[in-house]
C-alpha cells in the first residue's frame, strides 16, 4: 500500500515533533491527564513557569514542567517561544521573586481602582521594567507580554543567574504553616487550593529546592535520604500509605511528634497532625531528608 493510501487510512505514523519551550501565561492552570477537561487533574502548572510542548491535540497542549510532571493543559494557557535562541521569561535582567502566598498583579498601581490583572503563587519570578510610577510598587512585564504593577512587599529582588539560595529546615517549617487553613484541592499547587505533595514541593521550591510533584516519586527521590523514625528533624517528609500503595500521602514533620499535611482526613485543608494518630499511625511508611 502506498503512504499516501496508508496516510489516507490512518495507519502511517508520523515521528513526533521536537519538544518546544512555552512560557505560562495564566496564574494557574490545572493539568489534565487527557486532553479533555472532564479527565483527572493530575497538577498545575503557574504564571511564568517554563515548560515544554510534548504535542497538541484539539485545544490542549501536552506539557512536561520542570520537575519532569506530565499533563494535558488548555493551549490558550501557555505561549511558545520562537526557538531556542528566543529569551527565556525571568532569566536575565532586574527579576524579583514572589514571597507572599499570592501576590497580585494589578492594573494599576492602586489597589482600589481596577480588579487585578492576574495573580502571582509563592516563589514566582517576575521581570521588573521600573520602580513605581508610585511609593511601593513596581512595574512588571508579564509573560505574555503585557505589564502590570505589583507591591514591593510581595515581592524579593533575586539573582536570575544565581543558584537560588537554600533555606533552613526552619525557613521550610515556616512556609509550610503559612499554608494552614487552605483548601484541599487534588492537583493544586497554589495558596487557592493545594494538595500534599503540591504543599511539599511549593515550599521546597520556595526555599531553593525543587522536588518531584508527586509524593511516590518523592519518596524515590535520590535527592533524599532515609531517615528513621526516631531521628526525625523539623522540615523532614513523612510519608503514608494503605493496601497496595505504599505511599500515598506526605506531610512535613513539625517536631514533638506532629506533621503538617494538606489532607481531607478530618477538615480538607492543610493543618497539624500526630503521628501517633490512630489514623496516621498504621499508615506510616517512612521519612527522607534532603541532603
Known sequence: MSAALLLAAGLLLQAPSPATDAVVIVASENMYAAPDESTEVVSQATLGQLVEVIETSGTFARVRTPDRYEGWLPRAAVSPYADAAAPRYARAGR??????????????????????????????????????????????????????????????????????????????????????GVPYLWGGMTARGIDCSGLVSRVYHANGLPLPRDAGLQFESPELVPVERQDLRPADLVFFGRGSSRVTHVGLYAGDGRFISATTHGTPVVHEDRLDDPHWAPAYQGARRPR
Open 95 to 180: 527579576v524579583v521573586e514572589v514571597t507572599s502566598l499570592t501576590a497580585y498583579l494589578y492594573r494599576e498601581a492602586d489597589v482600589t481602582t481596577a480588579r487585578p490583572r492576574t495573580s502571582a503563587p509563592l516563589a514566582t519570578r517576575l521581570e521588573v521594567a521600573a520602580d513605581g510610577p508610585a511609593d511601593g510598587w513596581l512595574t512588571v512585564r508579564l509573560p505574555s507580554g503585557g505589564a502590570a504593577y505589583v507591591q514591593a512587599g510581595d515581592v524579593r529582588p533575586v539573582d536570575p543567574g544565581a543558584p537560588p539560595r537554600r533555606g533552613s529546615p526552619g525557613e521550610v517549617l515556616e512556609a509550610a504553616r503559612r499554608f494552614l
